[in-house]
């Protein structure tokens, strides 16, 4: 009699796992190929290294172009004369901007910060045209966009003229501009730096410092504004003899009024 053969459980195959015998074989096959030939990987990371030295000197060219300086705009005396301002008293006393130039035009500085040693150098630059400005009866004002503490009376022996508070930022206006970080990279703020320590101007870190200034020559009435300058960078000075060029085609509003 025939008896059914018993039945016989599968074999079971060994499980070949592709994805690690390709990466082991690709490590060995590195790991031969370095052996072999190790300049291979020597260049491999040279080119890394010399690429990454290319885009940082490149990125450094560039912060000190002007390709991402932000961009100006000028300001209208009709945009400027309607500033909200302020004096500095116990009492304060709100006026309108047009007051400080409407008789005999001004000089005004937007100071970026009161406290930073460059806006210093600059306002003792302008100050060293007071005498001048004085025989020509033009007035040396300053705008600052806060009040903290003591900086103002800080700022005072540096700038020789009288200082107001423009809360809303329109000297700094019509379209604000800041500089960040990019700062700290350009070579020209760097000389900046070295040439107001130079001489021996100090400062200190209180207050924004980021929203950048400038200075205008405003002509009295409605003669306009006869010199805008926007920093650019931090310690972008204005030329002193062009402000005194400006200055000097300022027309007096009773001397205007007498021409007419």
Known sequence: MH??????????????????????????????RRARDPSLFTMGMWSIGVGALG??????????TDVFLPKSQKAALEYLEDTDLKTLEKEPRTF????????????IM??????CFLCRE???????LKPKLDELGVPLYAVVKEQLSTEVE??????????FLDEKKKFYGPQRRKMMLL????????RNFFRAWDRGISGNLEGEGFILGGVFVVGS??????????????GDKVNVDSVLEAARKIKPQTLASEEK
């Open 3 to 32: 008896r059914p053969s018993a039945v016989q459980a599968p074999r079971r195959l060994p499980v070949l796992v592709a994805g690690n015998r390709c990466d082991s074989g690709f490590r060995a096959a590195v790991a031969a």
């Open 55 to 64: 885009a940082a000197a490149l990125a450094l060219f560039l912060a000190n």
């Open 96 to 107: 309108k901007a047009k007051e400080l130039w409407e008789k005999n035009g001004a000089v």
């Open 110 to 115: 937007a100071v970026r910060r009161p406290g």
């Open 122 to 128: 600059e306002a003792m630059d302008l100050s060293l």
């Open 154 to 163: 800080d700022f005072q022996p540096y700038f020789k003229g009288e200082i």
């Open 183 to 190: 700062g700290f990279v350009r070579l020209g703020v760097w």
């Open 221 to 234: 009435g409605r003669q306009g504004i006869l010199l805008e300058h926007r920093e650019k960078e931090f």
